[in-house]
């Protein structure tokens, strides 16, 4: 099974997540500037949530770009990723309405920690279906930022319920770690890219 | 008429489903663990129909890999099971806000059973459509787990206005029958595609 | 241009347009079979307006399957009927909620006018741009449907100030005609498709 | 990396972005042509912003069209464009509602500036991607309407803090502009793939 409607299918799914979460900024009862700024703590809730949903789909996409087949495995493994990410709407209104009040802001990390984990399964899985010769394995390597988001949302998870803005800024930070996507496998791509066939380019 | 449009439409339906189920969960009114707790019913229903919803799209996914071509009357089948999927929503969130009462778990197993229907329905038009060499017909076998869902619907439906509970059970009995998805067609189609022509590939 | 983008686009907004009018069906206030009857007439509503997206849907995609190059005058004309499409979300949830009443009934029927004025001008815009050797004017010959359906909505709309319900079996009337598919496109295609050479198929 | 998803991805955000807007059209308390009359400036919003975003799906689709390849820094130049987009829904529902009032119609404007600006940033960010020969630098050529419009916004901005409707006026103008998509865009195309081979279309 090729990857074109797995990707279609998380596209779909991304796409509604990343613009259902804008319902949330209701329009401010008032028509003034002071009615605007009221809303700043949701607005700056949205960016951020913005910001991550768009590494997701940037990070799933040059993924999938390196995957050449899925199983059921994959499927439910992708399905599970949807699935945390599903909540960021959830949890991007509850901070955001709540001015980052501890628990919600708290809440929000394990929300990003599940998300993080339910990725690095799918890479996993991905992993063990082509076997010894994916390129997906090349391709991550080390990882280093897989590695490293986890044991700060880790620390960010309990910092919230006494410092919600320290935990802010520790979200922040992974966001701004992961907004550079992962060169090497673009490097690897486009050098695979230069020797394919043309004929070939077609599957896709 | 190739299959490609009548999957991006139901990949488009299917992703809006799945995702504007979680605008029922609407941030609690507070800010604690408590506020966050007082949904967990919502939630439950939120995570038994998301995987519902997943089901459907793996199934659709592996039953339209092996259609080759579809008809007006394919197309109105499959109009016909997304209509009862798009009422998913509308059950999962009067069930959970409800805490799983008798008649919302009743209706929930009733659009559960019509959506079951619906299904069978497409997959008998689709092999209709395609005659005797259907991969299809081949594919499907025996399909037993399609047949029992609709007998534990229909144990589940009525005993839901008695014991909800064990309505609720006998819904995630069959989730976890489904989970697993048909292998046949996943074997069928892994040893077509071996013996298929690159060429052939590109038309997908 | 191809066509590809075009019906991407216009499956993602239908696909939008079908799944959020079931937003409109809130969860009654009450766990009981009187709560759910209470939604009977917003239920209807839903269901005849389903039926008017997937007719639509339908038939955009057997008109785009005969036509080959689109250009921006297209593009337009395809948005100018999403436009009126898009409202349909808008009057069912109206006419629906205020059960049938006169004013929203009409306006309901007002909508499927401009919706049915759009689809024509689409397809008079296609097959200009396509020239004389137009698939699509070929293949859609008299057209009587849509001739037929204007004229009824004209029917329909001043008679529901009057009597909503001979407005209501009139909209009804219109899906039941479309409900058959264009025979005569499927059969042009169908036709043409056996004569087409393998490669050309991989255009799609 | 080819450009499929990228579009894909940015139909989805753009259609739902197009079609989530009408959920701020209520139905109105009362069934009857007051009620409705009273949705009119909420209705005159939604369709400029209706309009706005066709604009920027059409020039989005000719300007991908023209390009062959995409980079990290495309993809997030893109996400850049989206977000700004995002926010049309909640400032079109904010100066509708508030029948065109100064402020909101003021940041109605601010966001077309920013959304403007990011439409240019990618289209720059693309060519750098492509080199001296790439074809969006030829097709757009003078872009007298892209650097026109900013201007226009720029003014409107603060004059619909004394007069809106001016700034609303203003508005209609530059869409009026747009709505003629970039005829250079079209020839070019049409010039290159009339010497294109027909193995070579198979290819998007």
Do not use: C
Request: aromatic letters at 10%.
């Amino acid at each position: 099974m090729d990857t074109s409607r797995l990707e279609a299918f998380s596209d779909g799914v991304l796409a509604i997540i990343i613009t259902i979460m804008v319902l949330e900024l209701h329009d401010p009862p008032g028509a003034d500037f002071a009615a605007l700024w009221h809303l700043a703590p949701v607005g700056l809730s949205y960016v951020l949530s913005f910001v991550y949903i768009g590494i997701y789909w940037n990070n799933h996409h040059h993924m999938l770009h390196v995957t050449r087949r899925v199983n059921g495995v994959v499927l439910w493994a992708n399905l599970h990723l949807l699935f945390w990410l599903s909540l960021v709407p959830f949890v991007t209104a509850w901070m955001g309405k709540n001015h980052f009040a501890p628990v919600p802001t708290s809440v929000y990390g394990v929300v990003l920690l599940l998300a993080a984990i339910a990725y690095w399964v799918l890479q996993q899985v991905i992993i063990a279906a082509e076997g010894d010769h994916s390129r997906l394995a090349e391709a991550v390597g080390s990882d280093w930022k897989g590695k490293l988001s986890p044991v700060l949302y880790l620390v960010a998870i309990p910092a919230a319920l006494v410092y919600p803005l320290v935990a802010g800024a520790i979200y922040t930070l992974v966001a701004i770690i992961w907004l550079v996507p992962d060169r090497r496998i673009e490097r690897l791509v486009a050098a695979e890219d230069a020797v394919r066939r043309p004929g070939e380019s077609g599957r896709r």
